[in-house]
């Protein structure tokens, strides 16, 4: 399983589809049948509880047609306790955790018009652990 953290616009999608075709994110949650991204912030923690349940769904999964050995999560994980349900799922279900921090070192888009003060309380809150 593959954890990435922070940077909006930075690639984490782009990145992660390269590892697995299985990819799940919160915004997930937030896209409609048409592709449309339709925020709502006030469903963030939903969003968060479909991604934790998207992933375990994937790992429980037992299809010859799917590999479901690696699962990419790709979320702007900020701080560590939130990727406690991960870490619990990878331990219930036998995967290892690889944790990524993707940079925006190329310049890359917002791609969900977050505004700049969201980005800045992110970068604020931002743990790395070495």
């Known amino acids: 399983m593959l954890g990435e953290c922070l940077e909006l616009g930075s690639g984490k999608t ?12 919160a915004d997930q949650y937030f896209t409609d049948d048409k592709g449309n991204y339709i925020f709502d912030g006030s469903k963030i923690k939903l969003a968060h509880e479909y991604c934790r349940a998207q992933t375990e769904a994937w790992m429980i999964t037992e299809d010859d047609q799917i590999n479901t050995s690696k699962v990419a999560v790709s979320n702007t994980f900020t701080q560590e306790w939130e990727m406690e349900p991960y870490f619990e799922l990878a331990k219930k279900y036998g995967y290892k955790v690889f944790s990524l921090i993707v940079e925006n070192r190329h ?21 790395l652990k070495l």
Not at 15 to 25: D, G, L, Q
Not at 110 to 124: A, L, S
């Open 14 to 25: 782009t990145f992660a589809k390269t590892i697995s075709p299985i990819v799940v994110e």
């Open 107 to 127: 310049g890359g888009v917002n791609q969900h018009n977050v505004p700049e003060d969201k980005i800045e309380q992110m970068k604020t809150r931002f743990e």
